[in-house]
Nanobody, 124 residues
Framework: QVQLVASGGGSVQSGGSLRLSCAGTEYRYTACMGWFRQAPGKEREGVAG???????VYADSVKGRFTISRDNAKNTLYLQMNSLKPEDTAMYFC???????????????????WGQGTQVTVAS
């Protein structure tokens, strides 16, 4: 049973770009949706979130470089990643928020229904 599946990861050089996509049965156009990442040996961290009203939140480490968007007609969540750095290397996951709908919490709280991740590797 497919819940949320992320795709679009890969290996790029520092300064490069990637666009991640996420789709699945747990996508909800009425919910806050988000992207998270987890690097080896580190805790999972919130990267970006987008509410049903289109408002967005970002981790300080990606502000100005990453852009989250959603296409409700396609039930798909996106993460455009530009100016990638080696420290962006991680497994990236998408998730649906179980509490927040119109907007996402700045601390990325309330997320559940984690999807299958996609690996992003940035070489220096």
């Amino acid at each position: 049973q497919v819940q949320l599946v992320a795709s679009g990861g890969g290996s790029v050089q520092s300064g490069g770009s990637l666009r991640l996509s996420c789709a699945g049965t747990e996508y909800r156009y009425t919910a806050c949706m988000g992207w998270f990442r987890q690097a080896p040996g580190k805790e999972r961290e919130g990267v970006a979130g987008i509410g049903s009203d289109g408002s967005t939140v970002y981790a300080d480490s990606v502000k100005g470089r990453f852009t989250i968007s959603r296409d409700n007609a396609k039930n798909t969540l996106y993460l455009q990643m530009n100016s990638l750095k080696p420290e962006d290397t991680a497994m990236y996951f998408c998730a649906r928020n179980l509490i927040y709908t119109r907007s996402c919490a700045a601390n990325f709280g309330g997320f559940g229904y984690w999807g299958q991740g996609t690996q992003v590797t940035v070489a220096s």
